[in-house]
């Protein structure tokens, strides 16, 4: 049984192996460059005739060891030519090489045509001709791995030549890579609902020719005038004729209607160079070409395709040009073809940004040697991107959820939800970590709040500068298309931050004025958070095995909350049953939000003291021996313009401690707690206290991966 092989662009053998499927041709094979298959010979003729994507078919007729120029030229001479040169047909010869020792494509094929030459002559007395335009048989040979395959090309040249363009025309678009966008974004099924087809920057015409001849079950093939099998000695010419005669009774037969298909552009010779190529392409009568502008399309039906393939940097240069046109692109489509699909095709995918409309699936493929992407859209107001608020989740590019590695992010997160989310309804946590860069290159501490609605916060560690930003951006995008689905919340319920070494900043900064609190609950208890205007929510989840230790030594405890924050120590020491509570901070903002955390528990009156000071001058002038405990949580740095100095924690935790356990009554407690991860206790220094480290009881199981996010220590009177 012959065997073929099926060549298409990069990225469309899976429209290839399907259209030739449902050509007939069975037990097709897929491979990257295209497909194979053993069969009839009115099958190959078949593909060379109805394929749209294929640029070339070939008939195989053997494989030999060429690791030599000699031994290619002693396999070429192992095939009988006679059988496929007839005498007085013209010769040439394609080749081509990897991981070869024959790196000279002409050498290669100059070899070939020699044993091929030198075989005929020496059975007919007469050599062939060579042409290398239209030859009577053109032979294919590629040598890979020094395995030389030999076929005869029976298109005998590219199959997206369909025979109706104008010789001389450029177009930026081969009509084969045409046709394989209209058919990944499914025109044959449009068509076939009665659906309309517009380019609203059509150039000389390709994309709609092709869709009409998609529409009108007209034979690509059908213009052609040379195909490689005409001059071939094997050729079956009732069997062509056979093919022909049928695909023009399909053509007679169809009913698609004319007003269907529309193709515009600003240049008037574009458009009468695609009339031209219409009128040639038997479909003149089918589509309607008119010069316009983008901004003058309309929607010629409610429902359709809208393709168009727009310059890209290699047309237009100037890159703020180019943002320009595809943010008007976008507004044109959302303005006038809602309840459209539509298809960008694009080299700079990054453009794709400025349509504002979120790409439902991208697919690449390459435009000669340029790589391209389809970017596929639905027009519709819940795909349209959201205008991006500071501190929310960056707008969702639904066509990066299939990427691999956002595949594996998913995977991994779902596997943490399922565990962690048993040991939180166990252990009665509603708020916790559960994913915190578990993947390296996906580098994400993810929170969940609440137990009723449910909310996420993301925070990004910043990558280090050996990363290139493109990298970065790329796995942002492809972490973010899946979060929401993946955490079961709509996007609105997903908040995001990147976090960065903050150099010389206060790290409670705020970064927005949103005034959104949200109440959610921990150990029985009620607090406020805010996901938008601050780096952090108002409450550490890594702390809260500490508040519940705090709780326990509360019972009839003075309490004293340094660096209070948002107060949630101090909710904690009260619902222990303190007897009475104070809370230091240089903050009206964080006091005011204790404040409401006090009361939202119900904790209200004289007993509950708010201090608005710097803890630290706060502490030298403060009654000795006035507390039983005491929380010190400072903040790992801190330049606020309300306090003298600096803070640093690794470099004045001795002269904090010292000043804070004279506070301590006789029989006091300290629970002394740092974010600093690469802190060092001067124990030397301390040597008169007595201090223990409590750092990894207080390590709460969605923090196990992070066993540095803080350090934790009690500290006494020593004696």
Not at 110 to 115: G, H, T
Not at 171 to 197: H, Q, V
Not at 388 to 407: E, F, I, K, M, T
Request: hydrophobic share 45%.
């Amino acid at each position: 049984m012959p065997q073929f092989l099926a060549l298409a662009p990069l990225g469309a053998a899976d429209l290839l192996a399907a259209e030739l499927g449902a050509q007939g041709i069975a037990e097709l094979r897929e491979r990257p460059w295209g497909v194979t298959w053993s069969g009839e010979l009115a099958g190959a003729y078949r593909a060379c005739l109805w394929s749209r994507v294929a640029s070339r078919v070939l008939l195989r007729l053997h494989s030999a060891a060429a690791a030599s120029p000699e031994a290619l030229y002693a396999a070429a001479r192992e095939i009988d030519w006679s059988e496929h040169l007839a005498a007085g047909a013209t010769l040439a010869v394609d080749f081509d090489a990897a991981r070869s020792a024959i790196t000279h494509t002409r050498y290669g094929a100059l070899k070939v045509k020699d044993a091929i030459v030198d075989q005929l002559r020496e059975r007919r007395g007469t050599r062939p001709d060579v042409d290398t335009v239209r030859p009577a048989v053109r032979v294919n040979v590629r040598v890979v791995a020094d395995e030389a395959v030999f076929a005869i090309d029976l298109a005998g040249e590219s199959l997206h030549r369909r025979g109706w363009r104008a010789a001389g025309v450029a177009a930026p678009l081969k009509e084969n890579l045409a046709a394989a966008l209209l058919l990944r974004c499914g025109w044959p099924e449009i068509a076939a609902g009665g659906g309309a087809f517009v380019d609203p920057m059509c150039g000389s015409g390709t994309l709609p020719i092709e869709a009409a001849g998609i529409a009108a079950d007209i034979a690509p093939g059908m213009q052609r005038d040379y195909f490689g099998f005409l001059g071939w000695a094997g050729h079956d010419a009732a069997a062509w004729a056979a093919l022909r005669a049928e695909a023009e009774a399909r053509r007679a037969a169809s009913a698609y209607p004319a007003g269907r298909i529309f193709g515009s552009d600003q240049d008037p010779r574009a458009v009468e160079a695609a009339r031209a190529a219409a009128a040639r392409a038997g479909v003149g009568e089918r589509v309607r070409f008119e010069r316009a502008t983008l901004a003058a399309v309309r929607a010629p039906a409610p429902h359709g395709l809208l393709l168009v393939n727009p310059p890209y940097g290699e047309r237009l240069g100037d890159a703020q040009a180019l943002k320009t046109l595809y943010a008007e692109l976008g507004q044109v489509l959302k303005e006038r073809f809602n309840g459209w699909q539509a298809g960008v095709f694009t080299g700079n995918p990054a453009l794709g940004r400025e349509l504002g409309i979120e790409a439902r699936r991208r697919h690449r493929l390459f435009n000669g040697p340029i790589e391209a992407q389809l970017l596929r859209l639905e027009i519709a107001p819940e795909h349209y991107a959201r205008e991006h608020r500071p501190g929310r989740l960056p707008p969702v590019d639904a066509a990066r959820r299939d990427a691999p590695g956002a595949q594996m992010f998913a995977n991994r997160l779902r596997k943490n939800l399922d565990a962690l989310g048993k040991w939180a309804r166990r252990e009665q946590v509603s708020c916790y970590r559960v994913y915190d860069a578990d993947m390296p290159e996906y580098a994400f501490a993810i929170d969940l709040y609440g137990d009723g609605e449910r909310y996420a916060f993301v925070q990004e560690y910043a990558a280090p500068p050996t990363v290139p930003e493109e990298r970065v951006r790329a796995r942002r995008a492809e972490a973010v298309a899946v979060l929401p689905q993946t955490l079961g919340l709509d996007a609105e319920h997903v908040w995001f931050r990147t976090r960065r070494r903050r150099k010389g900043l206060d790290q409670y900064t705020k970064v927005g004025s949103e005034q959104a609190f949200h109440e959610i609950a921990e150990g029985g208890l009620r607090f406020l958070v805010n996901f938008d205007d601050y780096l952090d929510t108002g409450l550490f989840l890594d702390h809260r095995p500490t508040r519940a230790r705090l709780r326990a030594l509360a019972a009839g405890q003075r309490f004293l909350n340094l660096f209070g924050y948002t107060g949630s120590a101090t909710v904690y020491a009260a619902a222990g049953g303190a007897r009475a509570t104070t809370t230091v901070d240089l903050s009206r903002t964080y006091l005011d939000w204790t404040r409401r955390n006090l009361e939202l528990n119900g904790f209200r009156g004289r007993e509950h003291v708010l201090v608005q000071a710097d803890a630290r001058e706060w502490l030298r002038s403060a009654p000795a021996g006035g507390w039983d405990l005491v929380f010190l949580d400072p903040p790992t740095f801190s330049n606020s313009k309300r306090m003298s100095g600096t803070l640093d924690v690794q470099r004045d935790h001795v002269a904090l401690l010292e000043d804070t356990v004279r506070l301590l009554a006789p029989a006091g407690v300290l629970v002394f707690s740092t974010n600093y991860t690469r802190f060092e206790l001067d124990a030397a220094a301390l040597a008169g206290l007595a201090i223990e480290d409590i750092t990894r009881a207080t390590i709460p199981k969605d923090f196990e991966r992070s066993p540095r996010i803080h350090r934790c220590y009690l500290v006494r009177r020593a004696g």
